[in-house]
């Protein structure tokens, strides 16, 4: 059973393809989300670091502080901004970074004289580009920041002259904004998701349909093979005196005795249901090398003398042969190979009596044995 999914293409096609089509859809949407969150962020954030330049940048004494060590007296006007600051929108954390990484003030006094020289954020917003992250505040310099759930992290480089002389970093706890964050995903995801689902459709109704015509055409080219075996072995037959039927009858014993021996363990390997299809669809040409025994021999009501008898046995080599010229215009190896031997050795016997080469037993291959059993 589930070989035979394995093997079946358009279940193999539907499983391969649907993997397919959900990894790029997951990878697309990924990134377009990751991407809307950015741009929204970078939106949202653009007015901070202006805010903050404005101020330090109209108060030259404010640069200073940022040299002095930590707990320093802020100058009044910073002072005053940064503690505005926190009643600016949701922010609820100001920290101002000495450029060694100590903080140097904070709305929350415990965290003064602290150094987080390894944060990255920090790290980065020294080389002079405003950093933002959303998370959950878990960094080791965060624990005043738990409990206010998802924040919003802007680390402000504050630059005289070119150079970074420290960063303001402010907290956000915005609700509206992480539920607009919320709700862009969503769409996202909710277009990227049906994309994938037509994609998906799409590419198996075309397979589809592509595998019906082929499967069609499949089992036209094999009707036509059967009918062309069929009308081969009737040829033969129709010189001979043989009676009623004997190539379908003999086809449905080899057919019984093929499947039955098949079941043992023993044969499961030799007979695998390939080679018993092949054995199956030669058995109807068994005698078709008679086409070259005279019908004088052929239609003889009486005994056949020996020169008569030596005639009609090399039928066994008119039919290999005629087989395998016909395997040899062939560019791939078909079930002819198999017909062939089938046809070469149906009359030899078990005990060596038989002809066309008096084989013995096993030396006898096993499709002609079977074949001889229901010839007989
Ligand atoms: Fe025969
Ligand atoms: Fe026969």
Aim: charged share 20%; with cysteine; proline share 4%.
């Amino acid at each position: 059973m589930l070989n035979s999914l394995k093997n079946n293409l358009l279940v193999q096609y539907t499983a391969i393809s649907f993997v397919v089509v959900l990894l790029f859809t997951l990878f697309l949407g990924t990134v377009i989300s990751r991407k809307v969150t950015d741009h929204l962020i970078k939106t949202h954030t653009r007015v901070f670091p202006f805010v903050v330049h404005n101020i330090i940048g109209n108060h030259p004494e404010a640069y200073e502080f940022f040299q002095e060590p930590p707990g320093s007296t802020l100058p009044g006007t910073m002072e005053r901004f940064l503690n505005e600051l926190t009643e600016f929108g949701a922010i609820f954390r100001v920290k101002v970074w000495g450029p060694d990484g100590t903080i140097l003030w904070s709305n929350d006094p415990t965290l003064v004289g602290q150094n987080f020289r390894d944060n990255a954020n920090f790290l980065q917003a020294m080389l002079g580009e405003v950093e933002t992250s959303v998370k959950l505040p878990q960094k080791a310099e965060n624990q005043s920041e738990q409990g206010h759930g998802e924040v919003l992290e802007i680390y402000t480089p504050v630059t005289r002259g070119g150079q970074v002389v420290g960063v303001v970093e402010l907290y956000e706890s915005d609700r509206d904004l992480f539920i607009q964050i919320g709700k862009n995903a969503r769409t996202v995801w909710e277009q990227v998701l049906s994309a994938g689902a037509v994609l998906y459709l799409l590419l198996f109704a075309i397979f589809f349909r592509s595998h019906r015509l082929q499967k069609k055409s499949t089992f036209q080219l094999i009707e036509t093979q059967q009918v062309t075996i069929s009308a081969l072995a009737y040829q033969a037959e129709i010189h001979d005196l043989e009676t009623g039927f004997h190539l379908d009858r003999t086809t449905r014993y080899l057919q019984i005795l093929a499947e039955a021996l098949a079941q043992r363990p023993e044969h499961k390997k030799i007979l695998p249901p390939e080679v018993v299809s092949d054995m199956i669809k030669s058995s109807p040409l068994h005698d078709i090398g008679k086409v070259g025994v005279s019908d004088a021999i052929l239609r003889k009501p009486g005994k056949l003398n020996e020169e008569e008898m030596r005639e009609m046995q090399q039928h066994c080599e008119y039919g290999a042969a005629i087989l395998k010229h016909a395997e040899n215009k062939l560019s791939f190896q078909s079930f002819l190979s198999r017909a062939a031997e089938l046809v070469l050795y149906h009359h030899e016997k078990w005990n060596g009596t038989g002809y066309p080469y008096g084989l013995k037993g096993e030396a006898i291959p096993l499709g002609a044995r079977i074949m001889a059993l229901a010839d007989v």
